[in-house]
């Protein structure tokens, strides 16, 4: 009764890269739940998905002339849960399903704690309005493509060369140009606006001068409790490191923002990253 968790290969040493996908991987390790990982290129996503009846996460739109066609829009991660005879796609649908389907204990704690599920909901759609636009899709994206095996290569220059209205090499921003300053300092805000969220539960004193300082910074939103909401953070850096590497510039500068808040939260959930 292992779950198969559907993910797309890349060629880095974890093979697994996509934001997305991260979040249930981190899941499904964090709650003890038993799972094998079956690679899908990207070109193959839609097939396997209608194949076994998963349905679409989403719509696309795109124009041809005058006309504008909306199509569904298929995705990862998706899950089998062969106890349950379940296919499912979209993370936070996924992790629903999992608190449900295998009831938390202290063997495999709720990413939902003390009754948190609507807080929890509601912080995924602040997170993705809020970093929806944070700057760094353009330093990112084009370097996806590069880890990408062969099969999938194809499909991702098309789809996000048609997002972009840019060949994919035309979209890094030449390195040390105002456009590029311009970039990384937008995504380093945005960034510091998650951060202030998180500062909220950070432990704080006086100092001998009576001034208030911060004696601890927590690692997790909720604390020093783990909630789907740090998953959902992590998933999006983990795929900047992984894309990236530990000892690009970029990778190394956002590790000390923030008091390394990143740095922090990453370590905390290292245990976590295990590619089964």
């Known amino acids: 009764m292992t779950i198969t968790f559907y993910d797309i290969p890349s060629t ?9 996908t991260w979040k249930i991987r981190y899941a499904l390790n964090y709650r003890n739940i038993p799972y094998k990982t079956e690679w899908i290129e990207y070109p193959d996503i839609k097939e396997h998905c209608i194949k076994h009846g998963i349905k679409p996460t989403g719509k696309t739109r795109f124009t041809n002339g005058p006309e504008v066609i909306e199509r569904d829009y298929y995705s990862l991660p998706a899950i089998y849960d062969p106890k349950t005879n379940t296919y499912l796609a979209d993370s936070l649908r996924i992790v629903e399903y999992l608190e449900h389907a295998y009831p938390p ?31 760094v899709a353009d330093f990112i994206v084009p370097a996806v493509y590069t880890k990408l095996n062969v ?12 997002r972009f209205g840019k060949r994919l090499e ?5 390195p040390g140009s105002e456009e590029d300053k311009a970039g990384w300092s937008k995504f380093k805000e945005v960034t510091g606006i998650l951060d202030g969220w998180y500062a909220k539960t950070d432990i704080f004193g006086e100092d001998s001068e009576g001034k208030t300082v911060a004696e601890r910074r927590t690692p997790f939103l909720m604390g020093d409790t783990l909630s789907w909401g740090d998953l959902v953070i992590a998933g999006y850096t983990i795929w ?10 970029k990778w190394q500068d956002m590790m000390t923002w923030h008091g390394g808040r990143w740095k922090t939260l990453m370590a905390n959930l290292k245990k976590y990253e295990t590619v089964l």
């Open 170 to 174: 035309d979209v890094f921003p030449k």
């Open 105 to 135: 204990s202290p063997s495999s704690p709720s990413l939902f704690p003390n009754n948190t599920h609507a807080l929890q909901v509601a912080f995924t759609t602040a997170y993705n309005v809020t970093t929806r636009d944070d700057g």
């Open 240 to 249: 900047l490191r992984i894309i990236w590497g530990e000892d690009s510039d």
């Open 12 to 20: 880095t040493p974890e093979c697994a890269w996509s934001p997305n």
């Open 151 to 162: 099969a999938s290569q194809p499909y991702f220059r098309r789809t996000r060369e048609e």
